[in-house]
C-alpha cells in the first residue's frame, strides 16, 4: 500500500486551489427573501475536498486568495480547524471574499443558491499564485471546473499548474463542477473544461454534466470519449445509483450507491465522492474499493445543511 505523507514533513499528499465563500443556510424552507434566519458555513467546491481529505488524515495544500474582511478571517479560522496547509493562501487587501446563501429543502431536490462572489478576491487568482516548489512538493493536484470558473485569470493558473504538474510527473484529478452561470457561454465551458479533463489522470463527471461536455448520451460514450484522448480512468456519478468506471485498459464496473433515507441536503456529495475516490487511489486501493469509498462519502456528505460537515474523519469513516 502506497503510505501517504503522515509526518507533514513539508510535503503534502495533495494541493488543491479555489474560492471559499461564506455560506447561509436557510433555516425556513421557501424563498429565500422571506427566510429569515440562516445559519454559517463555509462553500467551495476544491475547499470541501481538501476539508474531506485533510479529516481523513492527507497533508493538504490549498491555494486561494481571500479578501480582508470578517470571511476571509472566517476562512482562515476553518483551514486552521481542519489543518489544512494555507502557506499559499493570499490575504488580498483590494478585493472581498465571496458568500453565497442557499436555500432548505426538504424533500430531497437540490437547494436554490444565489452567488455573491462576481469580482472576489479568489477570482484574482492568477498564475502568479503558482508556486513551483509548493505544488510540486505535492504528490497529486485536485482541479475541479468551479475555480476554471472563476475569471480569465484563475482559468489560466487551473491550465498552468496542470501543465506544470504533468511535466513534473504528478497524478491529477479533474472534477467538471459545472456552474454554467460563471461562463461566458456553454461553448466556451465546454472547450475549457475539456481541455483541463484531458490534462488529467482521472476525470470525475456526474452523468449529465458528462454528456453536455462530450454530446455522448451514455456512460460509456462519455468515458471512451477521454480514454480515446488519453485520460487513464473516468469515473461517472449517477446519482442514487451510485457510480460507473472505465479505465484505458477497459476494466470497467458498476458500483452501487448507499441508500439514504434522510437526505437534508444533497450540495456537496459530489465533493464527498471525489474525497473517497481520491483518498483511495491515493493509498494504492482498487478503483473499484476506491469508488466504493466514494459513494459511501457522497452519502454522508447528503445528511448534513454543510458542504462539508457531513465528511468523515478516519474514525468515522470506518464505525
Ligand atoms: O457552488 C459553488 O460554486 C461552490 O463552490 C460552493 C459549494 O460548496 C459547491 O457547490 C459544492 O460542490
Given at each position: 500500500m502506497t503510505m501517504l505523507t503522515?509526518?507533514?514533513?513539508?510535503?503534502?499528499?495533495v494541493v488543491t486551489l479555489g474560492e471559499a465563500m461564506a455560506m447561509f443556510v436557510a433555516?425556513?424552507?421557501?424563498?429565500l427573501a422571506d427566510v429569515e434566519t440562516f445559519t454559517k458555513r463555509i462553500a467551495g467546491a476544491e475547499l470541501n475536498v481538501a476539508i474531506g481529505l485533510a479529516r481523513l488524515g492527507l497533508n493538504v495544500g490549498w491555494v486561494s486568495r481571500v479578501g480582508n474582511d470578517t470571511f476571509g478571517r472566517f476562512t482562515l479560522q476553518q483551514l486552521k480547524k481542519e489543518g489544512?496547509?494555507?502557506?499559499?493562501v493570499t490575504v488580498d487587501g483590494n478585493y472581498p471574499t465571496g458568500f453565497q446563501i442557499k436555500s432548505k429543502t426538504t424533500d430531497g431536490t437540490d437547494p436554490s443558491v444565489e452567488y455573491?462572489?462576481?469580482?472576489s478576491a479568489a477570482s484574482h487568482?492568477?498564475?502568479?499564485?503558482?508556486?513551483r516548489e509548493y505544488f510540486g512538493s505535492a504528490r497529486h493536484l485536485h482541479l475541479s471546473g468551479v475555480a476554471a470558473a472563476l475569471s480569465g485569470q484563475s482559468l489560466a493558473l487551473c491550465h498552468h499548474a496542470a501543465r506544470e504538474m504533468r511535466a513534473m510527473g504528478k497524478t491529477i484529478s479533474f472534477d467538471?463542477?459545472?456552474?454554467?452561470?460563471?461562463?461566458?457561454s456553454q461553448q466556451v465551458m465546454i472547450e475549457q473544461l475539456n481541455k483541463l479533463a484531458l490534462a488529467a489522470d482521472w476525470v470525475l463527471p456526474g452523468l449529465k454534466e458528462g454528456q453536455i461536455l462530450?454530446?455522448?448520451?451514455?456512460p460509456e460514450g462519455i468515458a471512451d470519449f477521454y480514454l480515446e484522448r488519453g485520460v487513464q480512468a473516468v469515473i461517472i456519478k449517477t446519482g442514487p445509483d451510485g457510480a460507473w468506471f472505465k479505465t484505458a485498459a477497459g476494466d470497467q464496473a458498476v458500483v452501487a450507491a448507499i441508500k439514504v433515507?434522510?437526505?437534508?441536503?444533497?450540495?456537496?456529495a459530489g465533493d464527498g465522492f471525489a474525497v473517497g475516490t481520491l483518498s483511495a487511489l491515493l493509498e494504492g486501493k482498487t478503483l473499484k474499493q476506491a469508488v466504493q469509498r466514494g459513494n459511501k462519502i457522497g452519502s454522508l456528505a447528503?445528511?448534513?445543511?454543510?458542504?462539508?460537515?457531513g465528511l468523515p474523519t478516519r474514525a468515522a469513516l470506518a464505525e
Amino acid at each position: 500500500m502506497t503510505m501517504l505523507t503522515a509526518a507533514h514533513n513539508g510535503q503534502l499528499d495533495v494541493v488543491t486551489l479555489g474560492e471559499a465563500m461564506a455560506m447561509f443556510v436557510a433555516t425556513q424552507t421557501g424563498d429565500l427573501a422571506d427566510v429569515e434566519t440562516f445559519t454559517k458555513r463555509i462553500a467551495g467546491a476544491e475547499l470541501n475536498v481538501a476539508i474531506g481529505l485533510a479529516r481523513l488524515g492527507l497533508n493538504v495544500g490549498w491555494v486561494s486568495r481571500v479578501g480582508n474582511d470578517t470571511f476571509g478571517r472566517f476562512t482562515l479560522q476553518q483551514l486552521k480547524k481542519e489543518g489544512i496547509n494555507a502557506k499559499q493562501v493570499t490575504v488580498d487587501g483590494n478585493y472581498p471574499t465571496g458568500f453565497q446563501i442557499k436555500s432548505k429543502t426538504t424533500d430531497g431536490t437540490d437547494p436554490s443558491v444565489e452567488y455573491f462572489r462576481k469580482g472576489s478576491a479568489a477570482s484574482h487568482l492568477s498564475v502568479d499564485d503558482f508556486n513551483r516548489e509548493y505544488f510540486g512538493s505535492a504528490r497529486h493536484l485536485h482541479l475541479s471546473g468551479v475555480a476554471a470558473a472563476l475569471s480569465g485569470q484563475s482559468l489560466a493558473l487551473c491550465h498552468h499548474a496542470a501543465r506544470e504538474m504533468r511535466a513534473m510527473g504528478k497524478t491529477i484529478s479533474f472534477d467538471p463542477n459545472l456552474r454554467p452561470v460563471l461562463w461566458s457561454s456553454q461553448q466556451v465551458m465546454i472547450e475549457q473544461l475539456n481541455k483541463l479533463a484531458l490534462a488529467a489522470d482521472w476525470v470525475l463527471p456526474g452523468l449529465k454534466e458528462g454528456q453536455i461536455l462530450t454530446g455522448q448520451s451514455t456512460p460509456e460514450g462519455i468515458a471512451d470519449f477521454y480514454l480515446e484522448r488519453g485520460v487513464q480512468a473516468v469515473i461517472i456519478k449517477t446519482g442514487p445509483d451510485g457510480a460507473w468506471f472505465k479505465t484505458a485498459a477497459g476494466d470497467q464496473a458498476v458500483v452501487a450507491a448507499i441508500k439514504v433515507d434522510n437526505v437534508v441536503d444533497t450540495v456537496g456529495a459530489g465533493d464527498g465522492f471525489a474525497v473517497g475516490t481520491l483518498s483511495a487511489l491515493l493509498e494504492g486501493k482498487t478503483l473499484k474499493q476506491a469508488v466504493q469509498r466514494g459513494n459511501k462519502i457522497g452519502s454522508l456528505a447528503i445528511q448534513a445543511i454543510g458542504d462539508s460537515e457531513g465528511l468523515p474523519t478516519r474514525a468515522a469513516l470506518a464505525e
